[in-house]
């Protein structure tokens, strides 16, 4: 589990939002900023709480991607 990149890019995600959640992302550049699923689906929340979900599910979605992506080039011998 600690070997994945989903279980990484979660923690990521989770510090980035905490980031946020405590003030120190005024201009939300990098909640925002380093989120790619913002660029390819932008969409406007009413809730905070909705871009930190947008945001958790996005980096796990991806970090799910590179494990396959992974598991396919390095396979287990």
Not at 47 to 62: A, G, K, P, V
Request: charged share 15%; net charge positive.
């Amino acid at each position: 589990m600690l070997k994945k990149f989903s279980f990484w890019l979660s923690i990521l995600s989770i510090g980035i939002c905490l980031f946020h959640a405590f003030g120190f992302d005024e201009g939300n550049l990098v909640l925002i900023g380093l989120n790619p699923g913002y660029f390819i689906i932008p969409i406007k929340f009413d809730r905070i709480e909705s871009y930190y979900i947008h945001h958790l599910l996005s980096f796990f979605i991806i970090g799910i991607t590179v494990d396959k992506v992974k598991a396919v080039f390095y396979p287990k011998s």
